[in-house]
């Protein structure tokens, strides 16, 4: 048998892990056609069908299951390999990878990397807009900004700063409703938060503010889908305090409203922080991410 394409390997177990091709083709910024191509060869090259495939995805054959863990194995050490080599890449030009909450990515990054270019022009971007935690271990980001402390022993966290966090609505709600004055005054307002999730009536209740979750007149459990609830004048939300200060459709209300912080975490693989990229990208965040939380404001000039 003909040595196995490493890139077939990992294809396979990304498969595995994630069950369909789609979610596979996103993870792996591959296209499906791709991806059912290299289980096609792998499966040919083995003699053996890995994946039975069905309408609820793919899942794995017996022989699949067998050589699952002995394919992760492979795979993170052609990753390994791979971050030991970008680590030893001196020149501040190519890509960086880096992955963020869909808030972040979406209504924080931008502007952060609109500057990065004008200082880098070398630096390409791909950012992965999730709310998963990404696995730095197998490279689907180069950098994580996160907002828990990473416990993995390979990789090399740093804490940038806490976000803090504000009771937040549209102007356009608060001229119709009325501003509230105090806390208790939210049972009177319609509220913006999860439908999932019981973490925000529980926080209200336990500040002695007894909202239910017929109180939560619009619930979704997407922090983009919450935000552009908010702007929309759906209701009062909780939000970004740094986000909401420069949303000019935006007001903040309420405070003096205990509320928790964000703690931000910059997370790479130990293996690429040699890499000259990789850190510029990430000492540039660290200050930007910094600026952000202070308030000073991330579509200021520098």
Not at 45 to 71: D, H, I, K, N, P
Not at 222 to 231: C, D, S, Y
Not at 288 to 302: D, H, I
Request: aromatic share 6%; charged share 25%; net charge neutral.
């Amino acid at each position: 048998m003909a040595d196995i394409d490493w890139n077939l390997i990992k294809s396979f177990v990304t498969v595995a892990e994630t069950g369909s091709l789609s979610a596979a083709a996103r993870k792996l910024s591959a296209s499906q056609p791709t991806l059912g191509r290299h289980i096609s060869e792998l499966e040919q090259a083995l003699g053996v069908t890995l994946f039975r495939r069905g309408r609820s995805g793919y899942a794995l054959t017996e022989a699949g299951a067998t050589l699952f863990e002995r394919g992760k194995t492979v795979s993170e050490q052609a990753s390994a390999f791979s971050l030991l080599a970008q680590g030893s890449v001196e020149a501040i030009e190519g890509t960086v990878r880096i992955a963020a909450s869909e808030v972040v990515a979406a209504y924080v990054l931008p502007q952060m990397m609109a500057r990065l270019d004008i200082e880098e022009p070398g630096i390409e971007v791909e950012i992965v807009a999730s709310n998963q935690v990404e696995n730095l271990l197998r490279r689907d980001a180069d950098i994580a900004i996160r907002m828990v402390k990473p416990a993995q022993n390979e990789l090399v966290a740093r804490k940038v700063c806490d976000i803090p966090l504000c009771a937040c609505a549209a102007i356009s709600y608060l001229d119709r409703r009325g501003r509230p004055l105090e806390p208790g005054d939210l049972v009177d307002h319609a509220l913006i938060g999860f439908d999932r999730s019981d973490e925000m009536i529980r926080g209200f209740v336990q500040a002695g503010i007894p909202v239910t979750r017929n109180s939560f007149r619009f619930r979704a459990d997407n922090q983009m889908v919450l935000w552009e609830a908010v702007r929309a004048g759906n209701g009062i939300g909780l939000g970004q305090e740094p986000l909401a200060e420069r949303d000019p459709l935006v007001e903040k209300v309420l405070p003096g409203l205990p509320l928790p912080a964000l703690p931000v975490w910059l997370a790479m693989h130990r293996d690429v922080r040699t890499s000259v990229r990789i850190r510029r990208v990430a000492d540039f965040l660290h200050e930007e991410l910094k600026r952000y939380s202070a308030g000073a404001g991330a579509n200021s000039a520098r």
